[in-house]
Protein backbone atom coordinates (compact mmCIF):
# COMPACT_ATOMS: atom_id res chain seq x y z
CA UNK A 1 0.00 0.00 0.00
CA UNK A 2 1.06 3.50 -0.62
CA UNK A 3 0.71 6.26 2.14
CA UNK A 4 -0.12 9.78 2.10
CA UNK A 5 0.04 12.15 5.02
CA UNK A 6 -2.27 15.35 5.31
CA UNK A 7 0.07 18.34 7.90
CA UNK A 8 -2.04 20.87 9.16
CA UNK A 9 -0.08 24.14 8.90
CA UNK A 10 1.07 25.64 12.14
CA UNK A 11 -0.63 28.37 14.03
CA UNK A 12 -1.01 31.38 11.86
CA UNK A 13 -1.96 34.71 13.08
CA UNK A 14 -5.33 34.53 14.67
CA UNK A 15 -6.45 38.23 15.33
CA UNK A 16 -3.66 40.07 13.26
CA UNK A 17 -3.91 42.06 10.65
CA UNK A 18 -2.43 39.58 8.23
CA UNK A 19 -3.85 35.77 9.73
CA UNK A 20 -1.50 33.78 6.98
CA UNK A 21 1.59 34.36 8.31
CA UNK A 22 2.93 31.38 10.88
CA UNK A 23 2.91 32.74 14.67
CA UNK A 24 6.11 32.50 16.79
CA UNK A 25 4.61 28.86 18.50
CA UNK A 26 3.19 28.24 14.55
CA UNK A 27 6.77 27.75 13.78
CA UNK A 28 7.59 25.60 16.41
CA UNK A 29 5.37 23.23 15.81
CA UNK A 30 6.12 23.10 11.99
CA UNK A 31 9.74 22.03 13.39
CA UNK A 32 8.10 19.48 15.58
CA UNK A 33 5.51 18.06 13.24
CA UNK A 34 8.98 17.70 10.88
CA UNK A 35 11.06 15.52 13.73
CA UNK A 36 8.00 13.33 14.39
CA UNK A 37 7.36 11.98 10.65
CA UNK A 38 11.25 11.88 10.45
CA UNK A 39 10.97 9.72 13.68
CA UNK A 40 8.59 7.62 12.29
CA UNK A 41 10.72 7.46 9.19
CA UNK A 42 8.39 9.23 6.66
CA UNK A 43 10.06 9.44 2.96
CA UNK A 44 8.92 12.11 0.86
CA UNK A 45 8.12 10.77 -2.23
CA UNK A 46 6.05 13.18 -3.42
CA UNK A 47 5.79 16.49 -1.22
CA UNK A 48 2.60 19.35 -2.03
CA UNK A 49 1.37 22.29 -0.19
CA UNK A 50 -1.18 25.05 -1.03
CA UNK A 51 -0.13 28.40 -2.30
CA UNK A 52 -0.68 30.26 1.07
CA UNK A 53 1.95 31.36 3.38
CA UNK A 54 1.08 29.51 6.20
CA UNK A 55 1.25 26.33 4.51
CA UNK A 56 3.99 27.18 2.64
CA UNK A 57 6.49 28.19 5.53
CA UNK A 58 5.27 24.76 7.34
CA UNK A 59 5.92 22.66 4.89
CA UNK A 60 9.60 24.64 4.35
CA UNK A 61 9.95 24.39 8.26
CA UNK A 62 9.04 20.80 8.25
CA UNK A 63 10.88 18.95 5.63
CA UNK A 64 14.10 20.69 6.54
CA UNK A 65 13.61 18.09 9.57
CA UNK A 66 12.97 15.25 7.73
CA UNK A 67 13.99 15.25 4.14
CA UNK A 68 16.28 18.20 3.59
CA UNK A 69 16.35 19.24 0.23
CA UNK A 70 12.89 18.60 -0.91
CA UNK A 71 10.68 21.09 -1.65
CA UNK A 72 7.21 20.77 -1.89
CA UNK A 73 5.32 21.37 -5.45
CA UNK A 74 2.27 24.15 -4.80
CA UNK A 75 -1.17 23.12 -5.78
CA UNK A 76 -3.77 26.12 -5.11
CA UNK A 77 -6.46 23.19 -4.89
CA UNK A 78 -4.68 22.43 -1.38
CA UNK A 79 -5.97 25.96 0.31
CA UNK A 80 -7.88 26.69 2.38
CA UNK A 81 -11.73 27.86 1.77
CA UNK A 82 -11.75 31.40 1.72
CA UNK A 83 -12.87 32.03 5.83
CA UNK A 84 -13.55 35.86 5.41
CA UNK A 85 -15.90 35.58 2.44
CA UNK A 86 -17.93 33.09 3.89
CA UNK A 87 -18.66 34.86 6.48
CA UNK A 88 -19.44 37.93 4.60
CA UNK A 89 -21.80 36.10 2.80
CA UNK A 90 -23.23 33.81 5.50
CA UNK A 91 -22.52 35.11 8.90
CA UNK A 92 -22.32 38.90 8.87
CA UNK A 93 -18.71 39.01 9.07
CA UNK A 94 -19.06 37.58 12.58
CA UNK A 95 -16.26 34.70 12.15
CA UNK A 96 -13.72 37.33 11.05
CA UNK A 97 -14.80 39.84 13.72
CA UNK A 98 -14.26 37.83 17.06
CA UNK A 99 -10.91 37.81 18.74
CA UNK A 100 -12.26 35.37 21.04
CA UNK A 101 -11.22 31.87 19.61
CA UNK A 102 -14.98 30.14 21.44
CA UNK A 103 -16.99 32.90 19.67
CA UNK A 104 -15.25 32.43 16.47
CA UNK A 105 -15.45 28.73 16.36
CA UNK A 106 -18.92 29.18 16.88
CA UNK A 107 -19.38 31.98 14.27
CA UNK A 108 -17.40 29.97 11.42
CA UNK A 109 -19.18 26.59 11.84
CA UNK A 110 -22.56 28.62 11.79
CA UNK A 111 -21.88 30.47 8.39
CA UNK A 112 -19.84 27.12 7.00
CA UNK A 113 -23.59 25.33 7.66
CA UNK A 114 -25.16 27.74 6.07
CA UNK A 115 -22.36 27.90 2.90
CA UNK A 116 -22.50 24.26 2.38
CA UNK A 117 -26.43 24.07 2.57
CA UNK A 118 -26.24 26.98 0.11
CA UNK A 119 -24.52 24.73 -2.45
CA UNK A 120 -24.35 26.36 -5.86
CA UNK A 121 -26.66 29.09 -4.98
CA UNK A 122 -23.98 30.57 -2.14
CA UNK A 123 -22.71 33.98 -3.09
CA UNK A 124 -19.32 34.04 -1.94
CA UNK A 125 -16.58 33.63 -4.36
CA UNK A 126 -15.84 29.45 -4.34
CA UNK A 127 -19.45 27.52 -3.58
CA UNK A 128 -18.94 24.61 -1.60
CA UNK A 129 -19.33 22.36 -4.43
CA UNK A 130 -16.55 23.99 -6.27
CA UNK A 131 -14.44 23.26 -2.90
CA UNK A 132 -15.23 19.84 -2.58
CA UNK A 133 -14.45 19.39 -6.15
CA UNK A 134 -11.15 21.22 -6.26
CA UNK A 135 -9.87 19.33 -2.77
CA UNK A 136 -11.32 16.23 -3.87
CA UNK A 137 -9.66 16.12 -7.23
CA UNK A 138 -6.31 17.48 -5.89
CA UNK A 139 -6.43 14.34 -3.07
CA UNK A 140 -7.32 11.31 -6.32
CA UNK A 141 -4.50 12.79 -8.35
CA UNK A 142 -2.62 12.29 -5.66
CA UNK A 143 -4.02 8.98 -4.46
CA UNK A 144 -3.83 7.52 -7.97
CA UNK A 145 0.33 8.34 -8.08
CA UNK A 146 1.34 6.95 -5.01
CA UNK A 147 2.35 3.15 -5.86
CA UNK A 148 3.08 0.58 -3.60
CA UNK A 149 5.27 1.06 -0.87
CA UNK A 150 5.76 5.03 -1.59
CA UNK A 151 4.92 8.12 0.63
CA UNK A 152 3.10 11.64 -0.02
CA UNK A 153 3.12 14.22 2.73
CA UNK A 154 1.19 17.20 2.18
CA UNK A 155 0.86 20.68 4.08
CA UNK A 156 -2.42 22.00 3.74
CA UNK A 157 -5.25 23.67 6.32
CA UNK A 158 -8.16 21.94 8.76
CA UNK A 159 -10.74 22.58 6.32
CA UNK A 160 -9.60 20.76 3.76
CA UNK A 161 -8.36 17.68 6.26
CA UNK A 162 -11.48 18.18 7.31
CA UNK A 163 -13.68 17.87 4.17
CA UNK A 164 -11.71 14.55 3.23
CA UNK A 165 -11.99 12.93 6.21
CA UNK A 166 -15.71 13.37 5.88
CA UNK A 167 -16.07 12.46 2.11
CA UNK A 168 -14.34 9.24 2.96
CA UNK A 169 -16.40 8.51 6.24
CA UNK A 170 -19.80 9.32 4.17
CA UNK A 171 -20.45 12.91 5.06
CA UNK A 172 -18.03 15.73 3.44
CA UNK A 173 -20.28 18.49 4.52
CA UNK A 174 -20.75 16.92 7.77
CA UNK A 175 -17.50 16.52 8.35
CA UNK A 176 -16.13 19.59 7.51
CA UNK A 177 -17.85 20.65 10.61
CA UNK A 178 -17.15 18.16 13.41
CA UNK A 179 -12.85 16.96 12.27
CA UNK A 180 -12.49 21.01 11.55
CA UNK A 181 -13.66 21.60 15.21
CA UNK A 182 -10.75 19.71 16.87
CA UNK A 183 -7.99 19.23 14.47
CA UNK A 184 -4.96 20.90 15.75
CA UNK A 185 -1.98 22.74 14.53
CA UNK A 186 0.40 20.76 12.96
CA UNK A 187 -1.57 17.85 13.60
CA UNK A 188 -0.70 14.73 11.56
CA UNK A 189 -3.86 12.74 9.23
CA UNK A 190 -2.71 9.31 7.50
CA UNK A 191 -4.26 7.65 4.51
CA UNK A 192 -3.72 4.25 2.55
CA UNK A 193 -4.19 3.18 -1.07
CA UNK A 194 -4.29 0.06 -2.29
CA UNK A 195 -6.17 -2.05 -4.76
CA UNK A 196 -9.67 -1.48 -2.20
CA UNK A 197 -9.14 2.19 -3.05
CA UNK A 198 -7.74 4.94 -0.31
CA UNK A 199 -8.69 4.64 3.73
CA UNK A 200 -8.26 6.78 6.75
CA UNK A 201 -6.10 5.25 8.86
CA UNK A 202 -5.64 7.56 11.66
CA UNK A 203 -6.92 11.59 12.07
CA UNK A 204 -5.22 14.53 13.69
CA UNK A 205 -2.10 12.51 15.66
CA UNK A 206 -0.60 14.84 17.68
CA UNK A 207 1.60 13.02 19.93
CA UNK A 208 4.43 15.13 19.48
CA UNK A 209 2.31 17.72 21.18
CA UNK A 210 2.33 15.60 24.40
CA UNK A 211 4.69 15.88 27.83
CA UNK A 212 7.00 18.77 27.82
CA UNK A 213 5.67 19.95 24.44
CA UNK A 214 1.85 20.50 25.58
CA UNK A 215 1.87 23.62 25.72
CA UNK A 216 2.23 24.38 21.96
CA UNK A 217 -1.04 22.45 21.25
CA UNK A 218 -3.73 24.67 19.77
CA UNK A 219 -6.34 24.81 17.41
CA UNK A 220 -6.57 28.23 15.89
Same mark, same amino acid.
Given at each position: MGAIYLVR???ASFGAADYDVLSERGHEQSRLAGAELGRRGVRADEAWCGTLSRQRATAA $? =????FA???? =?? $?????NEYDHVDIAAHHGGGAAQDSADPRAYQAALESALAAWTAAGADS !? =?? $???? !? @?? =????GAFEELAARVGSGEQAVVFTSGGVIATLCG #? #?? !???? $? !???? @?NRVVVNAGITKFVTGRSGTTLLSFNEHGHFEGEARKLLSYR
Open positions: HGQ $E =ALAGPGVV =AK $EDPRW !G =AD $ETWP !G @FL =ARVR #L #LT !GDPA $E !GLIT @F
